[in-house]
């Protein structure tokens, strides 16, 4: 087998392990918190016997590792049961807020990422002139402003002082795209300011880190153009630190981004965790919890291969 | 007293009085400020723009929706899934704003002399959603699915003390343990609407007799309504063609939803901004003062609670028109130790108000002879809004009268299951009932579930009785008052404010009237307004 095939089943394999793990951490912590989904459900209204009622009907009467098994029985065979609290098909409603998630996160991610390392090159090019530290002074604030400030600052400028775009990015099935990416358009804003920082400042230190080799002072000798120098002799070397902080910003746009869900009432995963979570809807939890974690886990690996695919010493290893 | 304000307010839109004459009246029978403009600007709007239209969509903005809610009214207990209750089905009764019975599933109702017997007459030809006409038996499996041994149903501590049920001809028969003067005001309990064959089948189908059908179920997201063309009342409810609902749960985005016209009303805008909201040239910030509000309960069985001259040292020491000013932003009124105010029928307005004193506080605090070891006041956010900063005027109060109060604060998730309740001294909040016998009943009767002040006193449970089954109402009234003012001086209740609901209302939308049974019109507000520009 080819190394790195072998190297990706490994991977794969270990990640399998990973949210293996992870559920159990997750099913051990939500025992840990106070109450049971009966009391969250009743709240202050509730009375012994409506609790006790609830309780034999929810079956939270069995033990807990029964009721973890039984859970990973269904999970296994593609089944993840109904949500206690509403007696919903979960894997119906979190499809719908899975995909809104990735919706948001991939206009984000497509309007975000490309800037951030354009602005990143641009910086290096102009090195400690004004374009470098008006993107530096610009990007270093956007990401040092809590994000559901900027959501209000932008709500209040674009959505009612110019009545541009609407303040509520509830989205359904029955919008067009045109529809959609119109009530998304502050939210991708906020996101796109949030991260732009870090990968921008990760893309301008590793270019800068290159630079300083001698293969592109090289470069330089022989005449050749400094942003060209910069495509394709400096951009390919520093690859690696690039796509592991873009990955890590990625995952933060599917698993991160619950503030401005909130803000802006965007019907996304985030969300619906945090609410589950606080009526202790176990297998809920569980669900959005293991996705949580693939998405990290995946993107993780995707970083590895590209560097690995990128660094020719480590794609021949001897 | 209503009666007397709505002269009032039509004296001020016919010019016959001032504005400021108004709200220092008002303000003589017990009405802040803030309500009282809030009624002003409805009888100028009564003279105005009175006639409903039809048609259209109108959108309201809620806080208070989950991912997790569902359209069983058995489970329902915060204001989205109310909202969306009101729009697909109907109770027996309703309670109108003015404190009365308004007739719904029932046209008529009658008790026997003794109050024990109650007959609901069960009005006839009203349909379903699904078609089937509505029938006395869907009413009694109703009230069975609520009181049953497997219920799980909010509603279940009101329909303890029901003895029997049955139908007789067109009649809906109640039959009580004890006579209960008040029966018809627990029917118009929110969690009781009427399903065909009482919600068995299928609980969370919303199927009912209400003006509105459910087209899309979002929890936590949005609930789309559109109107049925074969509903029974709908020369009074029902004017939209659609409602939309949005889950907006966050206050800035609500009020920034209403701001850009996105929604026609919003519930609970934050004291803090409501003045400042209140500027916005397309709206209105509108109040009602109600029978909610917010407490610290001491659990008298409890050291050092036990004693009741500390109780008496903290409820001097708590400065109530502080907490209106500074926590309510003057939306509310001051508190009396006692969940009873003005708002109810059968009120005593002639017991005295606990005034704010030092010294008071501090010769109880002696005479009570405490170790000075510190007293644990627990809160969290979620106790109610401003919770932590209320304790916070309350610890600097109370340090001034030489009292030790701590504050303990706790997270709110789990604060309803590990906290309220279970701990001697904590914030909490109460939504107040129709009537007074309900809210005792709920609460400071010895064997109620939710008795969160530990409060056992036969005496006072032989009042209850003796007032449940009155039906004299000057005698109700006077025991009612002697009840008040036991609470008032040996409780274990500190009761420094009533809070008033506070909602955002668009100038394009018409019909707002104020009620004091809830947040939005008690949630009517998406089936009573209408759209003016539809």
């Not at chain 1, 034999?56 to 807990?64: D, Q």
């Not at chain 1, 209000?152 to 775009?165: K, N």
């Not at chain 1, 330089?220 to 153009?225: H, N, Q, V």
């Not at chain 2, 109107?227 to 609902?245: F, I, K, L, M, P």
Request: proline residues 5%.
């Amino acid at each position: 087998m080819h190394p790195i095939l072998k190297l990706i089943a490994q991977r794969i394999a270990l990640g399998i392990m990973l949210l293996f793990a992870a559920s159990i951490l997750i099913f051990a912590g939500t025992m840990m918190l106070p109450g049971d989904v009966a009391q969250q459900i009743l709240g202050q209204s509730a009375t012994p016997e409506s609790l006790a009622n609830l309780r034999r009907e929810l079956g939270l009467n069995e033990p807990p590792v029964s009721r973890y098994f039984s859970w990973l029985g269904g999970f296994l065979t593609g089944d993840l049961g109904t949500a206690l609290t509403n007696g919903r098909d979960i894997a119906e409603s979190l499809g719908s807020r899975l995909s809104n998630t990735l919706f948001l996160a991939f206009w984000a991610a497509l309007i975000s990422v490309p800037l951030a390392i354009f602005l990143g090159l641009l910086a290096v090019r102009y090195k400690d002139r004004w374009p470098d530290k008006l993107i530096s002074a610009v990007t270093l604030t956007t990401i040092s402003i809590p994000e559901f400030m900027i959501g209000y600052v932008l709500i209040y400028w674009i959505s009612i002082q110019l009545g541009w775009f609407s303040s509520v990015a509830i989205i359904n099935d029955g919008m067009s795209l045109w529809q959609k990416l119109n009530a998304i358009a502050i939210p991708v804003m906020v996101l796109t300011l949030v991260v732009l920082a870090h990968m921008m400042r990760m893309t301008r230190a590793a270019i800068l880190n290159v630079m300083q080799s001698a293969y592109i002072e090289t470069a330089e000798l022989k005449g050749m153009r400094m942003l060209s120098i910069i495509r394709k002799h400096a951009f390919p070397n520093a690859i690696a630190p690039i796509v592991n902080v873009v990955m890590l910003n990625l995952a933060y746009l599917v698993v991160g981004v619950v503030v401005v869900e909130v803000v802006f009432a965007y019907p996304g995963m985030g969300q619906y965790l945090v609410d589950h979570v606080s009526k202790r809807d176990v297998p809920v939890v569980q669900a959005c919890g293991l996705i949580f974690a693939a998405v990290y886990i995946g993107l993780n690996l995707i970083a590895d291969i590209v560097s690995i695919l990128a660094n020719p010493r480590l794609r021949h290893p001897k | 007293m209503n009666d007397e304000l709505k002269y009032l307010s039509g004296k001020v839109a016919k010019g016959l009085m001032t504005r400021r004459e108004f709200v220092g009246r008002a303000a003589a029978l017990g009405v802040t400020a803030a309500v009282a403009n809030t009624m002003l600007a409805e009888s100028a709007a009564a003279d105005g723009h009175g006639t409903p239209k039809r048609g259209g969509m109108l959108k309201i903005g809620s806080s208070g929706g989950e991912s997790t809610n569902t359209q069983d009214p058995a489970l329902t207990a915060s204001e989205v899934p109310l909202n969306n209750l009101r729009c697909w089905g109907e109770t027996l009764v309703e309670i109108s704003p003015e404190g009365e019975i308004e007739y719904r599933m029932a046209e008529s109702v009658e008790a026997s002399a003794d109050a024990q017997t109650w007959a609901f007459k069960i009005r006839k030809g009203i349909p379903f959603s699904n078609g089937k006409d509505m029938t006395p038996e869907d009413v009694l499996k109703t009230m069975q699915r609520h009181s049953n041994d497997d219920s799980q149903s909010g509603a279940l501590g009101i329909m303890k003390g029901i003895a029997n049920m049955k139908v007789d001809g067109d009649n809906f028969i109640v039959e009580l343990d004890t006579p209960n003067a008040d029966l018809p005001f627990l029917m118009g309990d929110y969690h009781l609407m009427i399903q065909p064959n009482g919600g068995m089948d299928d609980p969370g189908a919303g199927i009912g007799t209400g003006p509105y059908t459910i087209e899309i179920d979002e929890p936590g997201v949005r609930h789309a309504f559109k109107r049925r063309d074969d509903y029974w009342d709908s020369e009074n409810r029902g004017w939209a063609d659609e409602v939309e609902q949005l889950v907006l749960n966050d206050a800035t985005a609500r009020t920034a939803a209403l701001q850009s016209g996105q929604v026609h009303a919003i519930n609970r805008v934050d004291p803090k901004v409501a003045s400042l909201l209140d500027r916005a040239p397309n709206l209105s910030v509108q109040s009602a003062s109600g029978r909610g509000h917010y407490v610290f309960i001491m659990h008298i069985d409890t050291a050092p609670f036990d004693n009741n001259e500390l109780r008496l040292a903290l409820k001097y020491a708590i400065d109530r028109q502080e907490m209106v000013d500074k926590i309510l932003r003057g939306y509310g009124s001051i508190g009396n130790d006692m969940p009873i105010n003005a708002s109810y029928p059968l009120f005593d307005d002639t017991i005295p108000q606990r005034e704010h004193s030092i010294e008071k506080a501090k010769e109880h605090y002696a005479k009570s002879g405490h170790d000075g070891s510190p007293i644990i006041l627990r809160v969290a956010d979620g106790a109610f809004p401003g919770a932590v900063d209320a304790a916070a005027l309350f610890q600097q109060t109370a340090q001034a009268a030489g009292i030790p109060l701590e504050i303990k604060r706790e997270p709110n998730d789990g604060y309803w299951s590990e906290v309220w309740n279970v701990q001697p001294f904590c914030a909490s909040y109460w939504g107040g009932r129709p009537v007074q016998d309900q809210m005792y009943s709920t609460a400071y009767l010895s064997t109620a579930d939710w008795n969160d002040t530990r409060w056992k006193r036969p005496e006072f449970d032989a009042m209850l009785n003796a007032a449940k089954a009155e039906l004299d109402t000057a005698k109700r009234k006077e025991i009612y008052s002697k009840m008040g003012r036991m609470l008032r001086d040996e409780g274990g209740l500190i009761l420094p404010m009533f809070n008033d609901f506070v909602s955002g209302v668009s100038n394009n939308l018409g019909g707002w009237i104020t009620d004091p049974n809830g947040g939005m019109m008690n949630n009517k507000a998406a089936i009573k307004c209408w759209v003016k520009d539809a």
